[in-house]
T-cell receptor
Framework: GENVEQHPSTLSVQEGDSAVIKCTYS??????FPWYKQELGKRPQLIID?????GEKKDQRIAVTLNKTAKHFSLHITETQPEDSAVYFC????????FGAGTRLTVKP | DTEVTQTPKHLVMGMTNKKSLKCEQH?????MYWYKQKAKKPPELMFV???????INESVPSRFSPECPNSSLLNLHLHALQPEDSALYLC????????????FGSGTRLTVV
């Protein structure tokens, strides 16, 4: 089955800086790559996703890039704000969603 | 309605109890999922229902029994659980199985004593 690895496990940045989280996947047939944000005690919420036929997607301060050849994808958050602090999960999907281990992002004011 | 509703939000049960978790969506989604999430860990897939039929069972112990009475409802029946089963149980739905766009419910935080 699909195996998703995510790095780093924790990330601390200063407000206004950029944050980058990276994931790799094992199954080249995976065709959908969402990113979820989970605040403490709350549900995972989809923040951005990308399909395998697209290399990059941007939504305001958030962007995702996909390199199918290398089987990795990344989340980029620019101009970080304290409210961006949360755990971020990447996932890869062929038949079902498999999550990475998560990255705890802390944005310091 | 663009939400997945889970009840109860919190549940404490003894190891000899029988309880059920409920999940409901009215988005017309035909795939529904149960995930289990332990503290500081990612959600782990338990079951997938597609068009009200069990599609995937990720080798989950029989003390967890899923049920999909109709396309809007998903239940998880619990019996003879162990303390290590304490976790956040998340329900999710998507338009169809193998298609994108999962919507998660808020989860049921289960404590087994």
């Amino acid at each position: 089955g699909e195996n998703v690895e995510q790095h780093p496990s924790t990330l601390s940045v200063q407000e206004g800086d950029s944050a980058v989280i990276k994931c790799t996947y094992s199954d080249s047939a995976s065709n959908y790559f969402p990113w979820y944000k989970q605040e403490l005690g709350k549900r995972p919420q989809l923040i951005i996703d990308i399909r395998s036929n697209v290399g990059e997607k941007k939504d305001q301060r958030i962007a995702v890039t996909l390199n199918k050849t290398a089987k990795h994808f990344s989340l980029h958050i620019t101009e970080t704000q304290p409210e961006d602090s949360a755990v971020y999960f990447c996932a890869a999907s062929i038949n079902d969603m498999r999550f990475g281990a998560g990255t705890r992002l802390t944005v310091k004011p | 309605d663009t939400e997945v509703t889970q009840t109860p939000k919190h549940l404490v049960m003894g190891m000899t109890n029988k309880k059920s978790l409920k999940c409901e969506q009215h988005m017309g989604h035909r795939a529904m999922y149960w995930y289990k999430q332990k503290a500081k860990k990612p959600p782990e897939l338990m079951f997938v229902y597609s068009y009200e039929k069990l599609s995937i069972n990720e080798s989950v112990p029989s003390r967890f029994s899923p049920e999909c009475p109709n396309s809007s409802l998903l239940n998880l029946h619990l019996h003879a659980l162990q303390p290590e089963d304490s976790a956040l149980y998340l329900c999710a739905s998507s338009q169809q199985h193998r298609l994108l766009g999962y919507t998660f419910g808020s989860g049921t935080r289960l404590t087994v004593v």
